[in-house]
């Protein structure tokens, strides 16, 4: 991401979001029982509930806290991982499986449990997620989710078409599901909160700070940035889409793949009034995923795939537009004077890579766009396992070596030549 890159930087986030702590350049050699490289939500959360158990940490961003996917994405609270949960049982049996399953559609009440605990000013509102149909193939997969979730006695509800128009004021969809523990919030707003609750707690984070290497030094880790080193036992390594050559064949298990936004003026009572009455975020289940809310100012925040690299001008966001008149003929005219674009990081088998490939180190990345919740939950997790050195029962599979993508570096080709197949399908059915 370049940081002069006009096309990129103009945030809704960074003009509504809270001030950023303050986390000064590290300048000085320093030691603490863990090292975290990342400040976004995966290096916050840990760094926050280190602190709270006692342990001195340092956390290291190479730019700004939140300056990554944590501070671009679209602020959906969402429950669940991208398989249903009798396809997580599968994957990983019935009692990690379950633990799984009931982890990640718990996941927001963590969030928003944090966003309560530490008074984290970031506009958010538990009001659902909404899972969409654009089709009948989405129609069945949304169907057969809503039955699982509801076997398990899950707080949702499928949604007819009717239904579905009445929540979204668009007549776009057969049907739905309505998650009622998801929601959304301003995710700069959180990741900035987030940062100041755990240097409350007694965590130290560092700004503008590149961890440039990690070098395992006697039992423990030494991390060096441009102007200094930091000594610790542990390390946490959490940069997710923005994942370098620091570690090792790290950046080779995911595909950063780019997500654009673009949010409108704040709407007219007389529009606001006909969209997203019910208040909800909602993602479409379909092969190009598009994710809109309304956030607090009233504003229509749109977002989705787009151009496979940086954007270079204006016109790389129209589609996101477009769309949104498709939904919504009464946006004809609206302004829209925010866009930026970040990377999240895929994963070959779409569920979080957590991996420990050497004693004391721990390497988490990968949540294919449910960060806000699953990085959350992370973080915790892996402070857990750090203040319980390891004994206790995880929720979570942890690896113990590195698995690289099959074609990775040809990531970006791929994801074009989807994107094309798909609009080209869609020709035919329009």
Request: charged share 20%; aromatic share 8%.
């Amino acid at each position: 991401m370049k940081d002069n890159d006009r096309f990129g930087i103009n945030n809704l986030y960074r003009q509504t979001a809270i001030a950023p702590p303050e986390s000064p350049q590290l300048d000085q050699d320093v030691s603490a029982d863990v090292v975290i490289v990342g400040g976004g939500y995966t290096g916050l959360s840990t760094a926050l509930h280190l602190a709270e158990a006692g342990l001195s940490c340092v956390l290291l961003e190479a730019h700004d806290i939140g300056h990554g996917c944590s501070g671009r994405n679209g602020g959906q609270v969402n429950p669940g991982l991208k398989w249903a949960p009798d396809q997580v049982e599968r994957d990983f049996g019935p009692e990690l499986g379950k633990r799984m399953v009931e982890l990640s559609y718990a996941a927001p009440a963590e969030v928003f449990d944090l966003v309560e605990k530490h008074q984290i000013d970031c506009a958010p509102r538990r009001t659902g997620t909404i899972r969409a149909a654009v089709d009948s193939a989405g129609l069945r997969d949304i169907q057969s989710l809503a039955a699982q979730c509801i076997r398990r006695d899950m707080p949702v509800e499928l949604v007819s078409a009717e239904g579905m128009r009445q929540l979204t004021g668009t007549g776009r969809y057969l049907g739905g599901m309505l998650d009622h523990r998801g929601g959304h919030l301003n995710p700069l707003g959180y990741a900035r909160g987030l940062a100041r609750a755990a240097t409350l707690a007694g965590a130290r984070l560092h700004g503008q700070s590149a961890a440039q290497s990690i070098e395992r030094q006697g039992t423990g880790w030494v991390v060096r940035t441009a102007k200094a080193s930091v000594k610790a036992a542990q390390v946490v390594v959490g940069t997710n889409g923005y994942t370098g050559d620091l570690w090792p064949k790290l950046k080779r298990t995911i595909a950063p793949i780019y997500t654009y936004v673009t949010a409108s003026e704040p709407l007219p009572d007389e529009i606001l009034r006909t969209l997203m009455p019910s208040g909800a975020a909602l993602y479409e289940s379909a092969w190009d995923v598009v994710y809109y809310r309304v956030d607090d100012g009233g504003r229509l925040v749109m977002g989705g795939r787009g151009p496979q690299r940086d954007a270079t001008s204006l016109d790389d966001y129209a589609h996101l537009i477009r769309y949104a008149e498709r939904l919504w003929p009464q946006l004809e005219g609206v302004s829209w004077p925010w866009h930026w674009y970040g990377q999240v990081a895929i994963t070959e088998d779409h569920y979080p890579h957590w991996t420990e490939p050497e004693p004391g180190a721990k390497l988490m990345l990968g949540y294919n766009g449910r960060g806000i919740a699953m990085a959350t939950v992370a973080g915790r997790l892996i402070s857990r396992r750090i203040v319980s050195n390891g004994s206790d029962e995880q929720d979570f599979p942890i690896r113990t070596r590195l698995k690289p993508m099959p074609f990775q570096p040809f990531w970006r080709v791929g994801a074009e030549a989807r994107m094309l197949l798909g609009r080209a399908g869609d020709l035919f059915k329009h």
